[in-house]
């Protein structure tokens, strides 16, 4: 299984066409799995080898770099004085020259673990170029299709491109299956030892925003903005916005005509999470009672440098105010940034309130005969 060097050399040209990659790279990826097989068949592992190949005849020549020493142990990697100035009269110890070989043919090894490199890199290669395509995509919302489902992780295909989508960043109870239209937010490129791969996410929060920008035009223009977003994807969602525009109501313009709009997101996300919008206010006061909508508060007590905030409600808000399994507290305090805690207001007792006045002691019933002993009384008092 020798390498036909010219028609490898040929085969470059049509490989970077079809891969879309330019004839440069290709050619660098074959000259470094060449100089892999240089290694293999008259090296060893750790040499520095550098091969270039000429395209038009196809000639293969390698240039081996050996360090000058005075006393050669290893004819490998070692070269002596006296002979490294007839290749370069600048030699010296220490320094280190390349020494041109002619390359003719390589073994049978040599030569698969050279096809084996060449598929590698051009499929890494290829991926990079892909990826450079997606750079200027991270933080929108793509399409794609699930290609397969592995365990908690989604694959999905993006064009040429490949992503995942990791169990972190799924929604909560919604199902996967292969061949499905998605939506998705593209959230990072990471480059691992595996080469770069695109992560996609339906969890977060920013795809939410991105999903009401497709609804709220108005957004577009700034007069209508999202401020915070607290997401328990699946279940439930708080989103504080605002508005520039003196009379714009952000709430209704985010809730649209009989809640035309943010039923499309909710039908995007499954109609199983709630959405709340709710109104944000610089003052920290307010937003946090907006924050836990629908509940009435009372009041909110601050401790700003401990980002802590004490807010009483009536007895019968006190479930609402927290939730079930303490959802809409916890959301409030993801939105607001502050650790909320929720007390209940104690109605107060008549005896403590200063306006009601005293109660007068009743006096007791007197008995039969000494009622009728005053009755005398009062009489003989009035006949005289």
Excluded: C
């Amino acid at each position: 299984m020798d390498l036909d060097f010219k028609q490898l050399a040929a085969a470059i040209k049509v490989i970077a066409e079809e891969k879309n990659l330019s004839e440069d790279v290709v050619q660098g990826v074959v000259e470094q799995a060449l100089a892999a097989a240089y290694r293999r068949d008259y090296g060893e592992r750790e040499q520095e080898v550098r091969v270039t190949m000429n395209l038009d005849s196809g000639e293969v020549d390698a240039y081996v770099s050996k360090t000058v020493v005075d006393k050669v142990d290893d004819n490998i990697l070692e070269i002596s004085l006296a002979d490294a100035q007839k290749i370069d009269t600048g030699a010296e110890v220490g320094s280190v020259v390349e020494i041109h070989e002619k390359v003719e043919k390589f073994g049978r090894v040599a030569a698969q673990t050279a096809k084996q490199v060449i598929l590698q890199r051009l499929r890494e290669s290829e991926r990079e170029v892909v990826m450079a395509e997606f750079e200027d995509k991270i933080g929108t919302v793509v399409n794609g299709i699930v290609s397969r489902v592995e365990g908690n992780i989604v694959r999905l295909e993006l064009g040429k491109a490949q992503a995942i989508m990791p169990k972190s960043e799924q929604i909560q109870g919604e199902r996967y299956h292969a061949g499905q239209r998605l939506k998705v937010y593209l959230k990072d490129i990471e480059r691992g030892y595996r080469g770069p791969q695109l992560i996609v996410s339906r969890g977060s929060a920013d795809f939410i925003e991105w999903l009401f920008r497709a609804e709220v035009p108005e957004m577009e223009g700034g007069a209508v903005s999202i401020k915070a977003i607290a997401r328990e994807p699946g279940v439930r969602s708080k989103i504080a916005v605002t508005s520039s525009i003196q009379g714009v109501d952000p709430v209704g313009t985010f809730v649209g005509g009989h809640g035309t709009r943010v039923n499309a997101v909710m039908s995007e996300v499954g109609e199983q999470e709630k959405i709340d919008i709710v109104v944000w206010d610089e003052d920290i006061n307010t937003f946090i009672k907006n924050s836990l909508s629908p509940t009435k508060v009372n009041r909110v007590d601050i401790e700003e440098t401990s980002k802590k905030a004490r807010v009483a409600v009536d007895e019968d808000q006190l479930s609402i105010a927290i939730g079930k399994n303490g959802q809409n507290v916890r959301l409030a305090s993801k939105l607001t940034g502050f650790d909320i805690d929720i007390i209940a207001d104690k109605p107060a007792r008549p005896a403590e309130d200063a306006n009601v006045e005293a109660v007068k002691p009743v006096q007791k019933l007197k008995r039969k005969d000494q009622l009728e002993s005053s009755l005398l009384e009062a009489i003989e008092e009035h006949g005289e």
